[in-house]
């Protein structure tokens, strides 16, 4: 069974752009969550999508949103990007929503806002 | 406070020996508790959780719950080189997890 994808794999933006990431699950995964991570803060919630709708949201500015396609491929948007919100994106599936007896992440996406 | 507490390390530990690695979190609401292995340059996965107060044991690996306490904590036993990457502590809180900055592990050969 193929694992979490997420691409790109490496993005390099310029303050003010905005991105779009995308995370497609593991076959029969329904839930996706997004993290960031940076070596400051440590791995933090954005987001978890279930079914197409946003379940749990962490404590995140407005720019950052996401969604949720049918076949629970998800996408994560970051607008009016900053210089701060370099890091690296990671997505993870689950089967079921707010699992994580069994969820798997993505190798990740490395932004950085120069 | 932060939520969850970690030592950042790095934990140096001989070859062979127990590694221990100790976690606080701060909300008596937490549910679950994970800890998740990250080698350098790649994702977490998860190696073991808990949910119970004690011990739960998974080859070389323990993990300990003390809900009185608000701790919990990994033990690796037999430590080998491989062994060696970050180990996240995270718990469930809310439908929502909540990662420690993770303890830097270096397994001496």
């Known amino acids: 069974k193929a694992g979490v994808t997420q691409t790109p794999r490496y993005l390099i933006k310029t303050r003010g752009q905005q991105v779009t990431l995308s995370c497609s699950p593991i076959s029969g995964h329904r839930s996706v969550s997004w993290y960031q991570q940076t070596p400051g803060q440590g791995l933090q919630f954005l987001f978890e999508?279930?079914?197409?709708?946003?379940?749990n949201k962490g404590n995140f500015p407005g720019r950052f949103s996401g969604r949720q396609f049918s076949n629970s491929r998800s996408e994560m948007n970051v607008s009016t990007l900053e210089l701060g919100d370099s890091a690296l994106y990671l997505c993870a599936s689950s089967p079921k929503w707010g699992d994580a007896y069994e969820q798997y992440f993505g190798p990740g996406t490395r932004l950085t806002v120069t | 406070q932060k939520e969850v507490e970690q030592n950042s390390g790095p934990l140096s530990v001989p070859e062979g020996a127990i590694a221990s690695l100790n976690c606080t979190y701060s909300d008596r609401g937490s549910q679950s508790f994970f800890w998740y292995r990250q080698y350098s340059g790649k994702s977490p996965e998860l190696i073991m959780f808990?949910?119970?107060?004690g011990d739960k044991e998974d080859g070389r690996f323990t993990a300990q719950l003390n809900k009185a306490s608000q701790y919990v904590s990994l033990l690796i036993r037999d430590s080998q080189p491989s062994d060696s990457a970050t180990y996240l502590c995270?718990?469930?809180?809310?439908?929502?997890?909540?990662f420690g900055k993770g303890t830097r592990l270096h397994i001496l050969p």
């Open positions: 808990i949910y119970s107060n």
């Open positions: 999508y279930f079914s197409e709708t946003q379940r």
């Open positions: 995270a718990v469930r809180r809310d439908d929502k997890i909540i």
